[in-house]
């Protein structure tokens, strides 16, 4: 004999317990199939921020690099690598720029004056920045074939096909 008979098993339970048994249960296989649903959905999908950036080259660089057919891309990461040094000095205007903004609302009593300042300043460094990638990306199409411009813009498709996807996703889960 088992010794088990003097135990009451889980057939005895009140009813409401085994219902509170199944539904625990279910729930909590809807939790491990989204959770593990989610970590296929995005095994390979690297974060923008998790990028690992070419050498020389930051990730914002890195992923247009990467677009670029491979063919020419030996050609664009030039093209790149000739301004680093006004991408790091701009990139470093926006950051301080931030920071002067941060400070700005921090300030007790608020000066609007400063505020404005702050603002102007962060628009400017911004504006400045993307200029700089926006030249690039001329210099980058300039000396590409057509088809290889095709190529580019099919890739630019894509990942904004991508990023809509994601914010749409984003946007309705936050309604």
Known sequence: MSGTADRPGWRDAPGWMRLALAVSLAFNLVVAGLIGGNALRTWNDTPYAAA?????????????????????????????????????????????????????????????????????????ASAAFWHIGSEQMVEIARVLSAAERAELAERFEERTRRWMARWESKESEQR
């Open 52 to 124: 690992e950036a070419e050498p020389g080259l930051d990730r914002r660089q890195t992923r247009l690099l990467h677009m670029v057919p491979e063919a020419r891309r030996a050609e664009a990461r030039s093209i790149l690598i000739a301004r680093q040094d006004e991408i790091v000095r701009t990139g470093a205007e926006m950051r301080d720029a931030h920071m002067a903004f941060i400070e700005a609302i921090r300030a007790d009593p608020l000066d609007p004056e400063r505020l404005n300042a702050a603002l102007e300043q962060r628009q400017a």
